[in-house]
């Protein structure tokens, strides 16, 4: 993160384009018109003031408040492969929270259903924080458990005590008004979930870097042996508090994308940002400026392949061969590499 | 009445298959030092390479699946091993090419129709003499994958514990460096090993299509890959642990035809999330990953 980092910029930039000429490539073979989703990319994630502000900014929010989750555990050396589950279980908190406290000013609901979401994804990620300091069970495998049973435990409370009044659809009721964050920008559908998530990125900034807890866990992520022993740091302990952090930001995410997008609770509130935002946060180098750079990036690239898959049909899931490519054009760049050489 | 646990039997057998498969081709990974969770993925694509060339027959989607798998196996190999790069980021992102990958090809292919065309599905193959038994006997009709399980399970007990390139393997996962100093290359043990365990979980993904359902759905893998994972720790890294884990899970799954059989009134998708909170409670219960080979999931530092 010293003098690597204009030449890591450089590299991921020249990784992007080779993963979109590889999909352009594969697109092509399959008789697309690719210069036309091209053009329709273009348009759906930048070509307007109004893409830019209701499509790219808009799906890049998710993205900030995940990337920097994952970069939260990552940097901890905690491979939190869950904040899918912990998305799901801060967007269901917030939710019954928000429905809970109808007829209630904006100025109370609110709060509290950022405090549930943070709460509901904290929790999440502590059952996983428990299993490994109580039964040693690997992080890997409990996260990507609990992400199975989270998708499953949303199904069915959207199905039983959740569902929407006339029991007609699998999703929750819609949040009133007072329990839904207010459009940033007039007639836009950007939200202060936004603006939320950049905070969070610039409060992440200061504490990675100028904080004693932001050293801490960088110290354990870089060496944990080296730092038991040498800085007399609990190493058990600083992972289990990055995996809760991890868990509430993710969970935030959750109640900005329900109190500021959806409005509800269903079942595929998540199409896998979870692991997206492993790509989110690996492109940023774990880093919160480089993470904004790449969450809209990312918020772009969904935009413009909602408009590519309506105006050229081309199936939006290129997004998440994109997404592939581009993570394995990252990892092996040396940053990385020295972060995650010694343990994981 | 004697008919429901025999059902429930078999719908344990049937579920167990494809994770059971792609375990034990996972532990022979893990047992290398190498965690691979592109597996996911790759049961994913094989499944959707099977309905492919399964319009030819049958043994050709098991086949196609196969090279589905060791493909996506050699993409994650290559990365992992030759460019040194960490294993659960490459597993993520290979995971997410081969998911994307299988749904895109899908709507390509398949453009003009609603979903995957059906494929004829493999027969269920008799035990001789046993199949005739009365009760159990119906059990002992499975399609072929099933019996490649149990003997893919017991040849990779024989080859872990009973050869010298078992040993070399095991010892690739616990202290690459003892290899080396045998004379030995621990990166073709991990490349064999990948290789072999993407090909069987290639064959778990073209079981889901030509002896299960008939045809692809997208994201049809659905966390099955995962679940593998998670029943290597449960099998404590024994080929024998991984079978009966992968009987376990299973069981677990089976529960909703528990459900229907006897009209129990459990929510559908609690008994969705089930066999997954067991596996969790199992690995609880069993304390976890502290018999893992030494170096699962780290990459072999460099020779001096």
Known sequence: MTRDTPRQAGLSVLMVLAALL?????????????????????????????????????????????????????????????????????????????????????????????????????????????????????????????????????????????????????????????????????????????????????????????????????????????????????????????????????????????????????????????????????????????????????????????????????????????????ILGVVTTPELHRQFRRDS | MSDVPLGVIDATIRAATPIGLAAIGELLAERAGILNIGIEGGMCLAAFAAVVAGAGSPVAGLMAGVLAGILTASVFALFVIRLRAQQVIVGTA??????????????????????????HTLPPMRVPVLSALPGVGQLLAQPLPTYVLYAAGASVAWFLYRTIGGLSLRATGEDPSAVRAAGKDPALFQWAALVVSGALTGLAGATLVVAQAGTFTENMSAGRGYIAIAVVALGRWTPAGVLVGSLLFGAASSLQYIVQAYGVAIPYNLTLAAPYAVTLFVLAALRGSHRAPARLGRTIDLPG
């Open chain 1, 22 to 326: 590889v999909a352009a490539a594969i697109l092509r073979s399959a008789g697309y018109d690719v210069t036309g989703a091209g053009i329709a990319l273009w348009r759906g994630a930048l070509g307007s003031s109004s893409a830019v502000i209701s499509a790219t900014l808009k799906r890049a929010t998710p993205f900030l408040f995940l990337g920097l989750a994952v970069a939260v555990a990552f940097r901890a050396g905690v491979l939190n492969i869950g904040a899918d589950g912990q998305f799901l279980a801060g967007g269901a908190a917030a939710v019954a929270a928000g429905l809970a406290m109808a007829g209630q000013p904006a100025s109370v609901t609110i709060p509290t259903e950022l405090a549930a979401g943070a709460l509901g994804g904290a929790a999440w990620a502590a059952i996983a924080a428990w299993l490994r300091s109580r039964f040693e069970v690997a992080e890997v495998v409990s996260t990507l458990l609990l992400n199975m049973v989270a998708v499953n435990l949303v199904g069915f409370l959207v199905r039983g005590p959740m569902q929407e009044p006339t029991h007609a659809y699998p999703q929750s009721g819609i949040l009133p008004h007072s329990a839904r964050l207010p459009s940033l920008v007039a007639g836009e559908q950007l939200h202060w979930g936004f603006i939320a998530a950049l905070c969070a990125c610039a409060f992440a900034a200061w504490s990675f870097n100028g904080t004693a807890a932001g050293f801490r866990a960088k110290a354990v992520g870089l060496n944990p042996s080296a730092a038991e022993s040498a800085g007399r740091i609990s190493v058990a302990r600083v992972r289990a508090i990055a995996l809760i952090t991890s868990g509430a930001i993710a969970g935030v995410a959750g109640f900005s994308e329900v109190t500021g997008v959806t409005y509800a609770l269903y079942e595929g509130l998540s199409p896998g940002y979870g692991y997206m935002a492993i790509a989110v946060a690996l492109l940023g180098a774990l880093q919160p400026t480089g993470i904004v750079v790449a969450a809209v990036f990312f918020g772009a690239l969904n935009a413009g392949a909602d408009a590519a898959q309506r105006d050229a049909g081309i199936p939006a899931a290129t997004a998440s061969v994109i997404a592939g490519l581009v």
């Open chain 2, 94 to 119: 290979v995971s997410m090419m081969a998911l994307g990958l299988s749904t895109v090809l899908n709507r390509v292919l398949y453009a003009g129709l609603s979903a995957a065309p059906q494929v």
